[in-house]
């Protein structure tokens, strides 16, 4: 059966395993790839025969996370775009085999046994809820499989429940709450989080806890609430005590909701208010208008261009997005950093299979020792900044940017650099 997002328009400008329709390839300037611009299947006509890389993404393409997984897509297939317009990895061109997971571990974890036994594929770069990121790892470690990890954010998956084929090329709650520690420690000493209650949710408020104590603050309170939950004001409402910093940890919709219903409540004019940035991604901001104002965030990524992130390849990078989301949103959404993950994971995975020559999974070894330890530079394949893939336990670093929220734009606070978001391994890999 044809899987449904298959048949929406924002598919058409998106290239994957089995298309057959005519695909426009959104330029990225110079005449070669004007030339290429309404050529079907791009790859073909400038690779011919050659066998490409099938490189396999699991992704929410319908369900809870389906917002932040077609922005994800957007993000990979532009990494693949400006990979084959270039001439390929090695001359060899990347052909994506898309799975929708539709939010669900068990549709996911059949999905991806799937794209190992029938499609085959090379490596893999997806995962974005991280439950099912948690639910899948065993597949591709079973199958020897590299598994780029491109948005989930569980502290686990480079900790307690690393394995030597998974990697993350962003950042994780710790090296953020190491980042945001200081500050939050000046707004505030006593703290309530509140936060999506799943394995997501519930691994950055510890985090959070760990370094708010660290930095003589106290978390005195935690309010979980159920991913998806429409109607959050009968958990909030019951949000009281002796604190004044509310820390809220959300995403997606549920960012939206929890800005909004808090408002109405009046939360954040009674606490200082502040959190992961995700709550006010740059899709969420027309929803949330001036409730958000005064929210103070973390993240690895915001499109503006202030300070670190006034760079030519940043221009480029954002440019080339934004135009894409157009067709997916028509109200012009800004690039979020599900679009920059995605993209700098694909470009990272290019690396590591140049630089050890990868040519099938028998080469997944080689991959993995030249990932490990690897060295990222701000450049057009690394638009937010340099970054570091940790040999220990395949957890990279990289510049975290804090910010406050006004008029619906980005204020930049603060850059805290890669080199000061260090927190120390916690994995054991067992033996490959």
Not at 119 to 140: E, T
Not at 155 to 170: D, G, I, M
Not at 342 to 352: P, R, V
Request: hydrophobic share 40%; charged share 25%; proline share 5%.
């Amino acid at each position: 059966m044809t899987e449904q997002w298959k048949g929406e328009e924002w598919t058409q400008d998106i290239w994957y395993r089995g298309k057959v329709t005519r695909r426009r390839v959104v330029g990225w300037g110079g005449g070669a790839i004007g030339a290429m611009m309404l050529m079907p299947t791009p790859w073909r006509a400038a690779f011919g025969a050659v066998k490409p890389y099938k490189i396999g993404s699991e992704q929410p393409l319908s369900g809870a996370g389906a917002a932040g997984g077609k922005t994800a897509l957007v993000g990979l297939q532009m990494g693949v775009d400006r990979i084959n317009l270039m001439g390929g990895i090695m001359g060899r061109p990347i052909e994506l085999v898309i799975a929708d997971d539709e939010s669900k571990p068990d549709v996911a974890r059949r999905k991806t046994q799937k794209m190992v036994e029938e499609d085959d594929i090379d490596v893999h770069v997806g995962g974005f809820l991280s439950n099912i990121c948690l639910a899948c790892m065993p597949v591709w470690e079973e199958a020897k499989i590299v598994n780029m990890i491109s948005v989930c954010l569980d502290t686990t998956l480079t900790t307690s429940k690393c394995n030597r084929y998974s990697f993350r090329v962003h950042d994780y709650a710790p090296a953020q709450a190491v980042a945001f520690g200081p500050m939050l420690a000046k707004m505030s000493k006593k703290w309530h989080i509140a936060y999506a209650d799943y394995s997501w949710g519930q691994s950055t408020r510890d985090a959070y806890a760990a370094e708010i104590k660290k930095n003589g603050g106290e978390v005195v309170g935690t309010t979980g609430i159920p991913l998806g939950t429409a109607d959050m004001t009968p958990f909030l409402s019951k949000i009281s005590g002796n604190f004044d910093g509310l820390f809220g940890i959300f995403f997606g919709k549920d960012g939206v909701t929890v800005g909004n219903q808090a408002y109405d409540l009046g939360l954040t004019k009674k606490y200082k208010w502040a959190g992961d940035g995700a709550i006010c991604e740059s899709v969420n901001l027309p929803a949330l208008g001036n409730k958000i104002d005064g929210f103070v965030a973390i993240n690895r990524y915001i499109p503006i261009f202030q300070g670190e992130l006034d760079t030519p390849y940043h221009h480029r990078f954002f440019d080339e997005a934004k135009k894409r989301l157009a067709k997916i949103d028509s109200s012009g959404p800004l690039p979020d950093r599900y679009v920059q993950s995605n993209y700098e994971a694909m470009n990272a995975l290019k690396l590591g299979m140049e630089m050890s020559k990868f040519e099938t999974r028998k080469d997944t070894m080689k991959l993995i020792e030249a990932l490990e330890g690897l060295e990222m530079k701000l450049s057009d394949d690394f638009p937010q900044g340099d970054k570091t893939l940790r040999e220990a336990d395949h957890q990279a670093f990289l510049n975290e940017f804090l910010y406050t929220v006004k008029g619906s734009q980005f204020h930049l606070l603060e850059m805290v650099p890669k080199d000061k978001t260090i927190a120390p391994p916690a994995c054991k890999f067992s033996a490959a």
